[in-house]
């Protein structure tokens, strides 16, 4: 069964400081997401990626940025943390387009 | 525009009763559709999806979807809901990027909430 690991489940952080969430999937998966989750706009797609060190923007990528630099790991990272990035940030993976994305459980990001 | 609604935020429904949670989307082409359920404090896990075929499609603890094209729906159904069944699903649905690639657009959200 496919697992995807993601570091933290709660992570409180200042404004202005770098954050970095890690995802980790065993499953050999050449696509990797993040998406960040709010009440009433659902999941929205922040980056993806498709193989080692290549990544393709989403829906709202202003403030982040990410890192592969192996299969089985994405990152996300916030450059200077701002209190709207307060949220619920989701990490999947897909070998398949075709087949449904597993899902991490999530960290719930806190900024002051 | 590529895009999935989910009407209700909210669906109440008696233990025992059928349940449908509704799902529109616009994707240009053949749409690729999927259902996803949300525990708390849990990420996404796949129900079921629709790629072609049977327009009933049958997934995970006894959920279907109903595929109709010419409404451009995709509702969730169940005959007998359970207080288990209680938590929050989303529709989405595979669309392309600015550059061509493929992703998962996704609904609102709908919480369903069974009662006994």
């Known amino acids: 069964d496919v697992k995807v690991t993601q570091s933290s489940r709660y992570l409180v952080k200042r404004t202005g400081e770098k954050v970095f969430l890690e995802c980790v999937q065993d499953m050999d998966h050449e696509n990797m997401f993040w998406y960040r989750q709010d009440p009433g706009l659902g999941l929205r797609l922040i980056y993806f990626s498709y193989d080692v060190k290549m990544k393709e923007k989403g829906d709202i990528p202003e403030g982040y940025s990410v890192s592969r630099e192996k299969k089985e790991r994405f990152s996300l990272i916030l450059e200077s943390a701002s209190t709207n990035q307060t949220s619920m940030y989701l990490c999947?993976?897909?070998?398949?387009?075709?087949?449904?994305?597993?899902f991490g459980d999530g960290t719930r990001l806190s900024i002051l | 525009a590529q895009s999935v609604a989910q009407p209700e935020d909210q669906v109440n429904v008696a233990e025992g009763n059928p349940l449908t949670v509704k799902c529109t989307y616009s994707?240009?082409?053949?749409?690729?559709l999927f259902w996803y359920v949300q525990y708390p404090n849990r990420g996404l896990q796949f129900l079921l999806k629709y790629i072609t075929g049977d327009n009933l499609v049958k997934g995970s603890y006894g959920f279907e979807a109903e595929f109709n094209k010419s409404q451009t729906s995709f509702h969730l159904k169940k005959p007998s809901a359970l207080v288990s069944d209680s938590a929050l699903y989303f529709c989405?649905?595979?669309?392309?990027?600015?550059?061509?690639?493929?992703?998962?657009?996704f609904g609102t959200g709908t919480r369903l909430l069974v009662s006994p």
């Open positions: 999947a993976s897909i070998l398949d387009l075709n087949q449904p994305q597993h």
């Open positions: 994707v240009s082409g053949n749409p690729y």
């Open positions: 989405a649905v595979r669309a392309l990027t600015n550059t061509g690639f493929q992703k998962l657009v």
